[in-house]
């Protein structure tokens, strides 16, 4: 998967793959248990790095989602 460029949506579905045991029986990755998030970033040919930006944006997104829904339901 190195020296290609992958589309966001892309990358959710190799990521959703990884939850699933032949694949990462063909990517050469423990069949069970927790990935390391170099072993994330390598089958996404990212930096661990880009994977915990994604992670802090994701949690601050859904804070926000929830804190704005909380917000609405309150104006009810």
Do not use: Y
């Not at 994330?40 to 930096?47: F, H, K, Q």
């Amino acid at each position: 998967m190195k020296d290609e460029k992958f589309t966001s949506l892309e990358k959710n579905v190799v990521l959703a793959l990884l939850s699933r045991p032949q694949f990462r029986r063909w990517a050469g990755l423990p069949e069970k248990g927790p990935l390391t998030l170099q072993q994330i970033a390598d089958c996404l040919d990212v930096s661990p790095q880009t994977i915990q930006g994604i992670e802090a944006r994701a949690r601050l997104k859904l804070k926000e989602a929830l804190l704005k829904e909380f917000a609405d339901h309150e104006k009810m």
